[in-house]
């Protein structure tokens, strides 16, 4: 998913102009050559007596010819004159036309003496095009004709030009074959003897007429010179990937040059060609050879190390690219070296110490002048020098120099170390690469397990550049690495978090974010998923295609992470927005399905089923098309539309076939219609519960599948029987056993069958046996199921029985090495002494590692924790629940537990949320009445009165809270009322706690006693009131005292502060009933005290199941 290449293209961009431009320096040179003057030869005019008619003579005889002839002569003599005439006028194009002109007429002529003429004329054309029209290539390609001829006198000087010619023309070949050449005329000269009446003969180039015959050879090459042949012959082999020719010419030139400067990019280039070869035991032995030389402070060394450092480290050759990275000096350290070197450069040539910058008063003395001279008029051409130079023709000093912008005369060595420096310098042409050269290391110390060695350089990367693409690929890479490698979880979030704050823009925030949601996601922690989300909307809103694709997964990520987290409502909002924003995106049709499914999640089948159909209308082909389906059955089902959703799921299953993945689903579902229905289409049920289970890809399935189909054989027994629930158990459990399934469900299941045949024994054997066998396994559910049943059968067992089989689990317990046995045996020995309670306790206090604890004990620890209202380990239970037993029935007090610690805090919308988990995890049960409650003291905690009152009342409707929930929301709607301060109805709801619920929560009737009380003391204090008077306030306040203090469900030792708070009221306006009742009386005062406040009030009590 991620680049790191643009940096390095520059980096190689930047390597290749300096190579062009800078390695081919040292042979650039026309000073190395002569100058292009001719001297005498410009301004000499051309007559008869330079060409006479004997001159052509080669071209045959007769009359005719010698017509021709004189032609031709005088042809030629006008071409060359006007050659001569345009080269006067400064005119070189015309020079060179002229001069060609005459080489073409002449070119037939055998005659020695136009021979002579011809190969001079041909010699300078190809100067004037080297130097003055700057066309090296045909310069070449003329000199080629020079040394191919007689009377070449300047055939080595020739072999230089044609070598820079044609490598400066990228004619590589050409150039190989030209050094070749000139190495073997080195070797065998011609001899030339010059004769007749060539222009330099003529203008007395001898210094007598001897000198004119004298034999006149062409110097050797000097040593330099060889060496500077064979670098460039290297140099051309490699440019036509002869990379085991280029060996030989460079090993020569590291043995024979005097500039470590070439000696260093010959060292590099045999690297280069090497590692082509795949030779890597060579590249090591010459690495510490160019470690060694100053070369390594040269800016175009560093960048090749770097090129062959990237390619040792493409192919996975980690210990030749470590050094070679290593050895690559820093741009500062360059610069401080390079400009260390130029400042002594300059004093020893006699210049100012520092380019550019004023004289002091000391260096006035040393060096004269002005601090600044005027720049001269008219610059002259930069000359590059170099070793290769022309003994026979010497450059005059001045062209081996340059002038800078304050008037000194400058080597042209120096000239180039400050054209370096600057590239150097400007950052447009070299890019920061210590940065680069840091994120190489740090990637290539990953790549060889050395992992905090890497952090501490992608650490330096990032510091160096924390807004640049490559510090920011650094610090992406950090957070992988301690995420995922070095387990450093913590430290990783908290520095991609820090990020994330600081920058909001680009790809790299996103792929940071992508990191943190890929590590919740494997952690199942949705909730910490979900607070990434705030950085999430701080981003820029980018229209590139990359960022669009990430945004639309980091926001999906969102959603599914609030799905997760039971937060369905914003789990909707943000699958529809991706639906609606990031049209046409990856995640688009997944986002519609998955809002459809939170949807369902709410309860909100109708806009479910909306989003089912879109999907299939609008993704005929979309991946998700049968579950879509699917879905849209089990909401038609959730709307009671039984009849479509059976159509529905007959669609499915007959359009995917047994292969789709929702197949056994379908089933399954469509199974569980037709056992709701009953009668014949039990029948119907069971065979697609049959194909459900022979079908099945996932245990889930399958296991379903074998239960629902055993709840119908359980009932009815007329056509199936337990006959049918032991063979497809058992056939589930040979088929399943490898695969996941619940062996402790299936043993529970015939367990089941055994009491129904009233086998007791064998039952107990079969539980037990399955506890010893599958007790030490977290993740065995049905054991948990197994234990209470076992227990609960245990009773119709003989007492001996029984206690034989208690101390049978109690010598397991001893016995046992399990955590996991130990526990669940704990629970099933308390559950045979009814010490629950206090084992929730034990355990809240003793047990510090959950992570072995199976649902029963985290059930018993959420309890105790209840009790005592001790929040601490809320969070980690849930989550443990979440990711381990999302599906066990337990979950429900943990769920209890956080939504009442969340709420305790006073963080209302996350409890809220857990509430209603809850309540989609477990509908309306008894157990879950807690949900209900909380709902409305959240709201009422939120001030949203209205809602708390409906939130209160709903408990009253429904008949499985029948009990105490009914009696807490009963007391609940009264603490409301009075607190709005609606008097009347709240003694109204206290009167009917302790009336009609009596007995079911002791403690809750004597506190609503006491509130009915406090209710009548405010109504008798109001001035004006809705009914009767003060003194009718003051006798019910009296009577329902002394009802409290005779109440026998109240007055228990208990409620013993309460009740002696009812006798402190009572005592000072009723002191002889107190005594009464102290002495043992029994009174009939309720039925005075409801007749008196009925009369008086009319009052009556209306709830939603009166209504």
Not at 442 to 462: Q, T
Not at 733 to 762: C, H, I, P
Not at 854 to 859: A, E, I, Q
Not at 1059 to 1071: G, K, P, W
Request: negative net charge; glycine residues 6%.
């Amino acid at each position: 998913m991620l680049t790191k290449r643009p940096i390095r293209f520059l980096i190689a961009g930047a390597g290749f102009f300096l190579a062009f431009a800078l390695f081919g320096l040292p042979l650039e040179c026309r000073a190395q050559f002569g100058g292009g003057d001719f001297g005498d030869f410009e301004d000499r005019d051309f007559d008869d007596r330079d060409f006479d008619d004997g001159d052509f003579g080669g071209f045959g005889g007769g009359g005719r010819n010698q017509s021709r002839e004189r032609q031709d002569t005088r042809d030629s003599r006008e071409a060359l004159n006007r050659g001569v005439q345009a080269l006067q006028a400064g005119d070189f194009q015309g020079a060179v036309d002229g001069f060609n002109e005459y080489l073409d007429i002449t070119k037939r002529s055998t005659l020695d003496t136009v021979i002579q003429v011809r190969q001079d004329i041909r010699y300078r054309t190809a100067r004037i095009l080297f130097y003055d029209l700057n066309d090296k290539g045909a310069a070449a390609d003329l000199l080629r004709e020079y040394v191919a001829e007689p009377y070449a006198l300047h055939k080595r000087v020739a072999y230089k030009m044609m070598i820079i010619g044609y490598y400066e023309t990228a004619q590589y070949q050409k150039c190989v074959d030209v050094i070749l050449e000139a190495i073997e005329y080195n070797e065998n000269p011609d001899i030339i003897v010059r004769v007749g009446n060539s222009a330099e003969a003529q203008e007395g180039e001898f210094e007598d007429d001897e000198a004119a015959d004298e034999e006149k050879a062409d110097l050797p090459f000097t040593p330099e010179e060889h060496t500077e042949l064979r670098f460039k012959l290297g140099q051309s082999y490699f440019e036509i990937n002869k990379y085991r020719e280029c060996l030989s010419p460079f090993e020569y030139v590291i043995n024979t040059s005097k500039d470590d400067l070439q000696k260093g990019f010959a060292i590099m280039r045999m690297i280069e060609a090497l590692l082509e070869l795949k030779d890597f035991e060579r590249i090591s032995g010459w690495v510490p050879v160019l470690y060694r030389s100053d070369v390594r402070y040269d800016i175009r060394v560093n960048l090749a190390l770097l090129t062959v450092a990237d390619e040792l480290n493409a192919i996975g050759d980690y210990d030749s690219a470590l050094p070679l990275y290593r050895m690559i000096v820093p741009r500062d350290e360059l610069i401080q070296y390079q400009e260390e070197t130029l400042k002594k450069m300059r004093i020893a040539a006699n210049l100012p110490p520092l380019l550019g910058q004023p004289l002091t008063e000391d260096e006035k003395l040393i060096f004269g002048g002005d601090e600044k001279v005027e720049e001269p008029k008219e610059r002259r051409r930069v000359i590059s020098g170099g070793s290769i130079t022309s003994r026979e023709e010497e450059p005059a000093v001045e062209d081996n120099v340059d002038v800078e912008d304050y008037g000194f005369v400058v080597p042209i060595e120096i000239r180039t170390i400050e054209e370096l420096l600057e590239i150097l310098k400007d950052e447009s042409q070299i890019p920061p690469y210590e940065n680069y050269v840091n994120l190489e290391m740090a990637i290539l110390y990953n790549n060889v397990n050395r992992y905090w060695e890497a952090v501490r350089f992608y650490d330096a990367v990032y510091k160096a550049d924390p807004s640049g693409e490559v510090g920011q690929r650094a610090m992406y890479d950090a957070v992988e690495l301690l995420s995922k490698k070095l387990g450093e979880g913590e430290d990783a979030r908290a520095r991609a978090f820090d990020f994330l704050g600081q920058h909001k823009s680009g790809i790299f925030p996103r792929y940071v974010s992508y990191l943190l949601t890929d590590y919740y996601q494997g952690r199942d922690e949705w909730r910490e998923l979900i607070k990434l989300r705030p950085y999430l909307d701080e981003f820029d809103k980018s229209f590139t295609e990359d960022i669009r694709r990430y945004d639309s997964e980091l926001f999906f990520m969102q959603a599914v992470g609030e799905l997760m987290s039971s937060q369905y409502s914003n789990a909707v909002n943000d699958f529809e927005m991706i639906v609606e924003e990031y049209v046409g995106s990856e995640k688009a049709p997944d986002a519609l399905y998955w809002a459809g499914f939170s949807y369902l999640c709410l309860d909100d089948h109708t806009n479910a089923y909306k989003c089912f159909e879109r999907y299939t209308d609008e993704y005929p082909g979309g991946s998700m098309l049968s579950q879509a389906y699917h879905q849209g059955g089990v909401a038609l089902f959730g709307m009671d539309e039984l009849t479509n959703a059976v159509n529905r799921f007959s669609y499915v299953i007959d359009q995917f076939g047994p292969e789709s993945i929702v197949y056994s689903d379908a089933c399954n579902m469509r199974g569980d219609i037709y056992g709701s229905w009953g009668g014949d289409d039990l029948d119907k049920a069971v065979t697609d519960y049959t194909n459900a289970y022979q079908h099945a890809q996932r245990e889930a399935q399958a296991t379903y599948a074998v239960f629902a189909a055993c709840e119908i054989f359980k009932k009815d027994t007329i056509y199936y029987g337990n006959s049918y629930i032991v063979s497809l158990v058992e056939d589930y459990v040979n088929s399943w056993g490898s695969r996941g399934a619940d062996f402790a469900k299936a043993t529970l299941w015939l367990g089941r069958v055994k009491m129904e045949e009233q086998k007791y024994d064998e039952a107990i054997a079969y539980y037990k046996d399955a506890i010893l066998k599958y007790g030490g396994l977290l993740l065995q559910e049905g054991i948990d199921q197994i234990i209470p049943e076992m227990v609960k059968l245990s009773n119709r067992l003989s007492e001996a029985e029984r206690v034989a089989l208690k101390e049978e689990l109690q010598q397991v317990l001893k016995e046992s090495d399990s955590s996991t046995m130990k526990l669940r045996l704990r629970v099933a020995l308390a559950l045979f002494d009814g010490t629950e309670s206090q084992l929730g306790m034990d355990l809240l206090n003793e047990l510090d590692d959950l992570s072995f604890a199976p649902p029963p004990v985290l059930d018993l620890i959420c309890k105790a924790a209840l009790e005592v209202k001790n929040y601490s380990r809320a969070k980690d239970i849930l989550e443990l629940y979440e990711k381990t037993f999302n599906e066990s029935p337990y979950i429900n007090s943990a769920l209890q537990l956080r939504a009442e610690g969340l709420f305790a805090e006073g963080k209302f919308d996350e409890a809220f949320q857990t509430v209603l988990e809850a309540q989609y995890l477990f509908g309306t049960i008894k157990d879950v009445a807690w949900s209900q409650l909380l709902w409305g003291e959240i709201r009422l905690a939120q001030r949203d009165v209205a809602e708390a009152r409906n939130a209160f009342l709903d408990v009253l409707g429904v008949p499985d809270w029948r009990g105490k929930p009914t009696v807490t929301a009963v007391f609940k709607l009264g603490e409301l009322e009075e607190s709005q301060g609606n008097l009347r109805a709240a003694y109204n709801y206290y009167q009917r706690v302790y009336f009609q619920y009596k007995g079911v929560d002791n403690r809750l009737s004597a506190q609503s006693y006491l509130a009915a009380v406090r209710c009548l003391d405010k109504l008798a204090k109001q001035t004006s009131v809705n009914f009767g008077d003060s003194q009718a306030y003051e006798g019910g306040r009296k009577q329902t005292l002394q009802q409290m203090i005779a109440d026998k469900y109240v007055n228990i030792p208990e409620n013993a502060d309460l009740i002696a708070q009812a006798r402190e009221l009572l005592s000072v306006s009723d002191a002889d009933f107190i005594q009464l009742i102290d002495s043992g009386v029994k009174t009939n005062i309720v039925v005075t005290i409801t007749a008196s406040m009925e009369s008086e009030e009319g009052a009556k009590i209306q709830t939603k199941d009166d209504e």
